[in-house]
């Protein structure tokens, strides 16, 4: 494909946003509804034999639209998807923006309270992809996009993301994520709740330490260090230490349940001096912990005021 391609007579390719390993991404102009739009060509991984491609194929095109019903706005919303002959095309919100992994590249780590932020968001995220049944399994800095206005957006999900779709994909031992975000019951063809729980762990750990928990040489040592050995330890994360502890523990029944996940990372929000980053969408646990600081600040000014009248 070049640049001046319709696709499907309304999508005009303007240029690449991206490529990965599982296709190339452009921005397009969608000329029925007048506006851009970010499309993407899917591509199945090479080591895939035939019948594992028409599998991958088949799968994507009906997880797709399995996403396309999610309405969140940390989740990159799918507007159409499109079959075609070779491999089908996905057609998403464009979001003016940089990637974590983009701004970790060009800034280094970031500062707890910021990480705590983005991370509240991701959660945000995930919760509503889990209550539509699905589930990512490819959550890592370059799928995390900053936007311009601040706004956090989770994109670029896998070819599988309901039960049905993980289940048929693991029946042909295929295992699709990155690995140094891989949570160690993936590769035993597990996927969970818990598993996009302990790559947001991995993410946040990159994010605010400047790598990912298990820095190797080579694909084998990290995978070995995943599942036989502890993160490195955080030497930056300072208050995000714990939740970065309880969200990469190897056992998905001993991991940080959200809930707790989003009240300690509100924690270190509201924790930290300065003002706070446009990070996205506040969630319900940083609303309530906000709200209750304030109810707080409201009853200690009661308490001087009634004080100085006595003592008046």
């Known amino acids: 494909m070049r640049t001046g391609t319709i696709v499907a007579g309304r999508y005009r390719l303007v240029h690449p946003l991206g490529a990965g390993g599982l296709g190339r991404v452009w921005l397009a102009d969608d000329e029925a509804a007048g506006r851009p739009v970010a499309i993407k060509k899917t591509a199945p991984p090479d080591e895939l034999d035939p019948d594992e491609r028409d599998l991958f194929l088949d799968w994507t095109v009906r997880e797709a639209r399995a996403l396309a019903a999610i309405g969140h706005p940390n989740v990159v919303r799918t507007y159409d998807v499109l079959p075609d002959a070779d491999a089908p095309w996905i057609v998403m919100e464009y979001v003016p923006s940089r990637s974590l992994q983009q701004i970790l590249d060009e800034c280094g780590a970031l500062p707890p309270a910021r990480v705590a932020g983005i991370g509240l968001a991701v959660l945000d995220a995930l919760l509503a992809v889990r209550r539509a049944g699905l589930l990512h399994l490819d ?88 599942a036989e050995e502890p993160p490195d330890p955080a030497r930056l994360a300072g208050p995000l230490g714990p939740v970065l502890e309880g ?13 707790d996940v989003g009240a300690e990372l509100s924690a270190v929000v509201l924790g930290e001096d300065g003002p706070r980053p446009a990070v996205g969408w506040p969630s319900r646990s940083r609303l309530r912990l906000a709200g209750l600081a304030a109810l707080l600040t409201v009853l200690l000014a009661v308490v001087t005021v009634l004080a100085d009248r006595h003592g008046a």
Not at 156 to 161: K, L
Not at 247 to 259: K, M, T, Y
């Open 247 to 259: 969200l990469l523990r190897p056992d998905p029944a001993d991991r940080l349940p959200a809930g």
């Open 139 to 226: 959550v890592k800095p370059s799928n995390v996009l900053i936007a311009d206005d601040g706004r956090v957006v989770l994109t670029d999900f896998g070819p599988a993301v309901t039960d049905d779709g993980l289940r048929a994909l693991a029946a042909a031992g295929i295992v699709l994520g990155s690995p140094k975000y891989l949570a160690p019951e993936r590769m035993d063809g597990l996927a969970l709740p818990e598993s996009d729980l302990w790559s947001l762990g991995a993410t946040l750990y990159h994010a605010v330490e400047g790598r990912p928990p298990y820095a190797r040489a080579t694909l084998d040592d990290t995978l070995s260090a995943i």
